[in-house]
């Protein structure tokens, strides 16, 4: 016999229930991550503060001319600085995502788990002549099984090669930096 509605009912249930649970982690983790960058944002002009402060500060105390431009071009603003920031941001959202994405795939898996156990519920109590009616119900679960592994698949390409972007992009920051302020590591 196919399952009443009771079960179903408890099945859509403790499905809602984790949905709730997974939108509230996501949304957690959100929130970490904006605070990640509020605080990163916070030092960093609280670091080009203080470098400001100290350069007014060098200058204002200069007893000619020739001495006020020699100073303004000793301590211009710093590359390293620019490329710790860029490095920061880069790694707070990798972490971000990588989070967003094991929390999606822990929720997923996890809801494909309870599906296959009903649908295992299902196939043990069908009657005699419901065959074609189970493999069809199993036929579909295997093809959206077969969707979300596919789905993953370009998900975890498309994150890993964003993550490689992102380096990239502040690899070539670091180097143009360098080069720009005559340096190297």
Do not use: C, H, W
Request: hydrophobic share 45%.
């Amino acid at each position: 016999m196919f399952p009443n509605n009771d079960q179903l009912s408890n099945a859509a249930k403790a499905n809602f229930d984790a949905q709730i649970a997974a939108i509230t982690e996501l949304t957690n983790k959100a929130f970490s991550s904006i605070a990640q960058l509020v605080e990163l944002n916070v030092n960093a002009a609280k670091a080009s503060l203080e470098q400001s402060t100290a350069t007014a500060q060098r200058l204002m105390a200069a007893k000619d001319p020739q001495e006020f431009f020699a100073l303004s071009t000793q301590n211009p603003p710093s590359a390293e600085t620019a490329i710790a920031y860029s490095r920061n941001l880069a790694s707070i959202a990798t972490a971000a995502q990588a989070e967003f994405s094991r929390t999606a795939e822990a929720q997923i898996a996890e809801t494909t788990r309870k599906v296959t156990a009903l649908i295992d519920d299902i196939v043990k109590n069908a009657p005699p002549g419901s065959e074609n009616a189970v493999a069809i119900l199993k036929t579909a679960i295997a093809n959206a099984n077969a969707a979300y592994e596919q789905l993953k698949n370009t998900t975890r390409q498309a994150s890993d090669t964003m993550g490689a972007n992102v380096t990239n992009v502040v690899n070539q920051f670091s180097q143009a930096a360098e080069k720009a302020t005559g340096r190297t590591k």
